[in-house]
Nanobody, 120 residues
Framework: QVQLVDSGGGSVQAGGSLRLSCAASGDISTRNCMGWFRQAPGKAREGVARIYISIGRTYIADSVKGRFTISRDKNTAYLQMNSLKPEDTAMYYC???????????????WGQGTQVTVSS
């Protein structure tokens, strides 16, 4: 059974930075892809970034490309968020799956979520 614990959210001013962490446990083959989705009030859940734990290959959404990076070690994924904008405000959820996909329905394992609030 895979368990995910995400952390690192908070409140920052526009232009600031935050680093989210997602600590994972369980069979690595079932969580080889780890990623972050976000959901703002009244909006659909959006894929932000994903990474293959085994090979380090990454996928970054166009909306955050150049500002966000994703990295990992064996059991933890990190989302470094720089140059934050008010539109980045959302609940951020860590997710894991055997394979990467942009569809949240493809991820069977989820963290509890961490709130990111960016003020102008």
């Amino acid at each position: 059974q895979v368990q995910l614990v995400d952390s690192g959210g908070g409140s920052v001013q526009a232009g600031g930075s935050l680093r989210l962490s997602c600590a994972a446990s369980g069979d690595i083959s079932t969580r080889n892809c780890m990623g972050w989705f976000r959901q703002a009030p009244g909006k659909a859940r959006e894929g932000v970034a994903r990474i293959y734990i085994s090979i380090g290959r990454t996928y970054i959404a166009d909306s955050v490309k150049g500002r966000f990076t994703i990295s990992r070690d064996k059991n933890t994924a990190y989302l470094q968020m720089n140059s934050l904008k008010p539109e980045d405000t959302a609940m951020y959820y860590c997710a894991a799956a055997p394979l990467c996909s942009n569809s949240s329905s493809s991820f069977p394992y989820w963290g509890q979520g961490t709130q990111v609030t960016v003020s102008s």
